[in-house]
């Protein structure tokens, strides 16, 4: 038997999981059935929209598009906030619930993912049939809906999982491409963007079909590699598997866009905290250390710049990663507003890998009790006690003193 691949994609995911949160507390306020989008700030206008309902889609307005642009579309438009917690955790939530049918998955991103239905296939009657319970179970458990695309091939399987929604699921296989993917406009097939679109149009190549039966050398001379990959999927072909191993992270950033200008050091340094927190926590919970760490700054004038350095140790700890990222900003700011902030670690390295002891790290019988331990290794099984209550109980579980609001005397 043939593999058979799922690809399984929540329906607009972050406004869907913000819509059934949002139904606990106003039982008829569905963000899905009016215009409603997720992103940025309805008082300030400032941000994207980085998702929207089906009634906003029909107003025209966009993903990505500015909210300013999207409220002149729609002035009763209702904006709500991002809540990447509550993501994070359905996102959690609906891979273990798949993993229950089949442990062979995998995630390519935090609302969609592939499955090797292969393994299986013994249990069902039909690809469809195995699907249909799949997709039910999901609404049913957790209020949302979810695409399931079918096929012989991963790219064919994402493929389908894009046409109709919401709710569906559809097949895509190998004997399916020139009656249901041939007639699509370029633009539908997967990886490609606009400007590859564009430079398409110009050759006269205008639907998948076009470019399934177009001179490779053409687009070879036009677009590169980057045309050989879409001439390959536009004719079906894909060898990849489902890859359940996650790569190791071979480097950990964040970076925010600020909702004001910063213009004091006082100003600069916890936004650099909150960045050095989450920094740190993706380490620990990767198991690596940090070898480099760098500061990436981007003004008000859109000028960027960025400053790096190398540790005498590598570590995950937030306090050191702080530290190093408020002498690494100090050293290179020229005084100009902000307007961005991040912090990046790289060359990684395992918790367990041997590394260089600092003097500083040694704690002499005569300077403390004996068997006590090096600060930094306290201060690590504090940072893993913290993460283990917020894994539990959510990130504002422990909040620090000093993003508390302040209360007068």
Not at 82 to 89: A, G, Q, V
Not at 208 to 217: E, K, M, P, S
Request: net charge neutral.
């Amino acid at each position: 038997m043939d593999r058979i691949f799922f690809h399984i994609d929540v329906n607009s995911a972050f406004l869907s999981w913000s819509a059934v949160e949002k139904l606990k507390t106003e039982p008829t306020l569905d963000l899905r059935a009016i215009p409603a989008i997720i992103g940025g700030d309805s008082k300030t206008r400032h941000g994207i929209v980085l998702a929207k309902s089906i009634p906003a889609k029909k107003l025209a307005i966009e993903t990505a598009e500015p909210i300013a642009s999207a409220l002149k579309k729609c002035p009763t438009l209702v904006i709500e906030p991002p809540n990447m917690e509550l993501y994070r955790h359905n996102s959690n939530q609906l891979m273990e619930y798949l993993s229950s049918y089949c442990p062979d998955i995998e995630q390519v991103s935090i609302d969609e993912c592939y499955m090797d239905y292969t393994p299986i296939a013994r249990n069902y009657a039909s690809p469809l049939e195995a699907a249909e319970q799949i997709k039910n179970g999901v609404y049913q458990n957790f209020g949302f809906t979810v695409n399931i695309g079918i096929s012989d091939r991963k790219v064919l399987a994402k493929m389908a999982s894009d046409f109709e929604k919401p709710d569906r699921i559809h097949t895509l296989f190998s004997y399916e491409i020139q009656s249901k993917m041939w007639p699509l406009p370029v633009s539908n097939l997967f990886m490609c963007g606009h400007s590859s679109v564009q430079a398409l149009r110009n050759l006269g190549i205008i639907t998948i079909g076009d470019l399934a039966q177009c001179d490779q050398a053409i687009l070879a001379s036009n677009l590169k590699s980057h045309g050989q990959m879409l001439y390959a999927y536009a004719n079906g072909c894909d060898d990849s598997v489902v890859v359940t191993q996650k790569e190791r992270l071979k480097g950990v950033g964040n970076s925010t866009t600020l909702s004001k200008d910063l213009t004091t050091i006082d100003e600069v340094r916890p936004v650099l905290l909150q960045l050095a927190g989450k920094v740190s926590r993706r380490l620990r919970f990767d198991s690596r250390f940090a070898s480099i760490v760098s500061v990436e700054i981007k003004y008000s004038n859109f000028q960027s710049n960025s400053h790096q350095t190398t540790l005498i140790q590598p570590t995950s700890s937030e306090q050191m990663l702080y530290q190093t990222a408020c002498i690494l900003f100090e050293e290179i700011w020229n005084g100009t507003p902000v307007r961005l902030l991040g912090i990046r670690t790289s060359k990684l390295v395992d918790e367990d890998a041997p590394s260089q002891m600092s003097i500083f790290d040694f704690v002499p019988e005569s300077f403390g009790e004996s068997g006590s331990q090096p600060d930094w290794q306290k201060q690590r099984k504090a940072e893993k006690a913290i993460d283990d209550i917020r894994q539990k109980y959510g990130d504002s579980a422990i909040i620090k003193g000093r993003f508390l609001p302040h209360q007068k005397e």
